[in-house]
């Protein structure tokens, strides 16, 4: 540090350093607005469709369906693939073949298969089916939480730190999801400052990631923006990812915006996978088609391949017998 | 030196407090003015021939939304693009809202004779930065266009009449491929000095993405003023918002729309094209920048001609605000 002014050495907090040199504000800002964004090298794409993207079509599909499904996945690039949800059949009928599916999927070396244990029967039945990773979804709505999990945001943490304390005890990583992390189909608008609480009581009860869930993809760059902020003073953003749904068509816009304050996980679903149940006949989650082509696009590295994201897509799309929700997919197949 | 300082202190603080310039929320306009092409732009990749009662109608809903600038029609031959056809009908049909311009397109001298005989008081001009786009598309090479527009323009100037260039191919071309920002930039200028209020740039064919886009406008705003640039941008690959969103985090304030996204990509069968203006004002208002449109209006006139061509709008907020539980 020999050769560094003074004032670096001995502040102790960036606002006194600003204090003390306010022309440090106006460089900074300066070579801001001149040079070109910074973007990462690399982002990680969790790929959400099996679970996300299929708990949210109507028709149920069949396990071997779905483990053809991730299996094509696993031969993409993706690192990681959320594959089932250990949650009652009585409530999520789509995900009921739970262990069957996990069981059935043939695991790619590099490849993560995690799944979501709402409480501690699922995280059990979890471990029993092999897996070795999890997920548990917290809310920053109270309303959400009570009609979505049949609880309150601080009853569903009690039973969340079950499960990451047995989880941990097993070395198995946890993942944790905030929803409504931009707005709530019941309570509307949601402050930022609960979606930092909800993050931040998950981080430091041991999950490795958060990821901010717009619910019903009511945000735009204005509100994501605001909400990174002020989550990044609880979280450390290299924690952090954005779990974005393009019901509004905001997904590709807010996922740059964060990837613009640091973010470098992503999560999406192959062929957008997914609709929104709050405005039905809308679409979910953002495909991960889409979210390659605006990364790739942008000499950001993923590991995955596209085309093969989109083999994937045509083939539940047409077991589905619908149109793919990507619209890469879409001009891809029908360019002249 | 003082440079030498400024960069250590820079990287010793960015790395102290790596989180400096990510903390910073972006510098955005207060104000973005939309301009409305869904009657010309939009209709004019419909394949189905609208008749003119019901694009007056289109054009008389969307004057009352707040929007202030709205592409009327088109003053080419009828031979090259049937669906404007009714062009001087249109201009002639439609109840002018005041505050709210209406600009048509005028490829050349004819047509920017038809235009002002039909009472046009605003022109607009379309080159492209692709040789061969532009020899497909309007049979001559872009040096040859460029002197048609000059004609189009110094006559346009000589009556006080606003001429606005377009940029095709900006970020990409159906035959060529990759285009160079330079030739963009070329272009731009071109139209830019030959008397061009405003240039639009169009990705045409959606290829674009923030960083296509972001090379691009860094090139052409070398040559051209920032506040004289537009961008057009097509979600044929679903790049619009984010390529829109990078624009105008580089000094853009005039993005290029269609009512619910009306227009299908030429190029790619059954995709979608111009990027809905709904979706583009629900951004913009999400982050506080005033648009003076209503965007509920927009919706509605969208509807209206949805219902029309019997198909569901491109629109995203247009469709969830019809189905929200």
Redesign the interface.
């Known amino acids: ?1 020999g ?3 003074t004032t ?1 050495k001995h502040c102790l907090s ?1 606002e006194q ?1 600003l204090e003390n040199c306010p022309w ?1 504000r106006r ?3 300066e ?3 001149i040079k ?3 973007y990462p090298d690399f982002v990680k794409i969790v790929e959400v469709g099996p679970r996300d993207g299929l708990q949210n079509e109507k028709e149920i599909v069949p396990t071997g369906v779905k483990i053809q499904l991730i299996d094509m996945l696993s031969g993409t690039g993706l690192s990681v693939i959320e594959a089932t949800s250990f949650v009652s059949s009585k409530w999520v009928p789509q995900m009921s073949d739970h262990t069957e599916v996990l069981r059935g999927i043939q695991r790619a070396p590099n490849v993560r298969y995690p799944v979501l244990t709402p409480n501690m029967q699922g995280f059990q039945d979890a471990v029993a089916a092999g897996a070795t990773e999890v997920a548990v979804f917290g809310s920053a709505s109270e309303t959400f939480s009570r009609k979505n999990i049949n609880c309150s945001v601080d009853e569903s943490m009690l039973r969340f730190k079950e499960v990451i304390t047995l989880a941990k005890g097993q070395h198995i990583p946890v993942r944790g999801y905030v929803s409504c992390a931009l707005g709530c189909p019941h309570e509307g608008h949601i402050d930022p400052s609960k979606v930092a609480q909800v993050a931040k009581s998950l981080y430091e009860m041991g999950c490795y990631e958060i990821s901010l869930g717009d619910t019903i ?1 009511v ?5 994501m ?2 909400m990174m ?1 002020t989550v ?1 003073k609880e979280v450390p ?1 290299s924690a952090l990812a954005v779990h974005c749904h ?5 997904a ?2 807010n ?3 964060a990837l ?3 973010v470098r996980v992503v999560d999406s679903a192959v062929a957008g996978l997914g609709g ?8 979910g989650n953002v ?1 991960t088609e ?1 979210v390659l ?2 990364l ?4 950001i590295e993923t590991g995955v391949n596209l085309a093969k994201v989109v083999e994937a897509g045509d083939f539940i799309c047409n077991f589905l017998c619908r149109k793919t929700n ?3 997919a ?2 891809s197949s ?3």
Do not use: F, R
């Open positions: 540090m050769n560094v002014p670096v960036y350093l440090l460089w900074l800002q070579e801001k607005t070109a964004h910074e993809g945000g735009t760059p204005g509100s923006c605001e902020q990044m953003v393009d019901t509004y068509g905001q590709l816009p996922i740059l915006t613009q304050m640091g929104c149940p709050y405005a039905q006949g809308s679409t495909s889409d082509y605006m790739h696009g942008m000499g990507s619209k890469v879409q001009a029908k360019t002249l």
